[in-house]
T-cell receptor
């Protein structure tokens, strides 16, 4: 069964600190891996997207890494801000023959940044 | 704001009632997806449209669920004879390219 597992489930950090979120997946065939940020009560917003040939992708203070051999990814947040408080969801895309991507979502890591 | 809108944002209904949600994707996008998200979980795929054709349906989409995209623009998701287990956030996403999926704000359904 295709799965995406994230850790930790929740995390509390102080403003200005860095943190790293982890994602392991078993999805096959693999098309790409994405990280989304989801504020409470809102839809997910894409942060990064990486294909299997990419090892790292940055978006401002967010840096995602991908090891397609071990099927692991991480999202590093630098110099956290209060507005970073949200759920961060790892999403792996499974390629279907119809040419579209079926997204398989992890349960997310709930990050709380405290002043 | 991703440009994808959903209506209503919140819906409270009694068990056994029918409900219908609407999604308006980004106008030039031909791909449209529906997802369901329960508390503390990531979204789960329900169904996918390319233009007006429904190309994929999850086994999560029971007989009580039906989705349409009649003119290849907006889409509706109807749930008949709602059950308490249907309470969730229903998310719509649209995309023009294969790798794109822009999510709407979701419709939160509460079944009493």
């Amino acid at each position: 069964k295709n799965q995406v597992e994230q850790s930790p489930q929740s995390l509390i950090i102080l403003e200005g600190k860095n943190c790293t979120l982890q994602c392991n997946y078993t999805v096959s065939p693999f098309s790409n891996l994405r990280w989304y940020k989801q504020d409470t009560g809102r839809g997910p917003v894409s942060l990064t997207i990486m294909t299997f040939s990419e090892n790292t992708k940055s978006n401002g203070r967010y840096t995602a890494t991908l090891d397609a051999d071990t099927k692991q990814s991480s999202l590093h947040i630098t110099a956290s801000q209060l507005s970073d408080s949200a759920s961060y969801i790892c999403v792996v895309s499974e390629m279907f023959s119809g040419g579209y991507n079926k997204l398989i979502f992890g349960a997310g890591t709930r990050l709380a940044v405290h002043p | 704001d991703t440009g994808v809108s959903q209506d209503p944002r919140h819906k409270i209904t009694k068990r056994g009632q029918n409900v219908t949600f609407r999604c308006d994707p980004i106008s030039e996008h031909n791909r449209l997806y529906w997802y369901r998200q329960t508390l503390g979980q990531g979204p789960e795929f329900l169904t996918y449209f390319q233009n007006e054709a429904q190309l994929e349906k999850s086994r999560l989409l029971s007989d009580r669920f039906s989705a349409e995209r009649p003119k290849g623009s907006f889409s509706t998701l109807e749930i008949q004879r709602t059950e308490q287990g249907d309470s969730a956030m229903y998310l719509c996403a649209s995309g023009g390219l294969v790798n794109e999926q822009f999510f709407g704000p979701g419709t939160r359904l509460t079944v009493l």
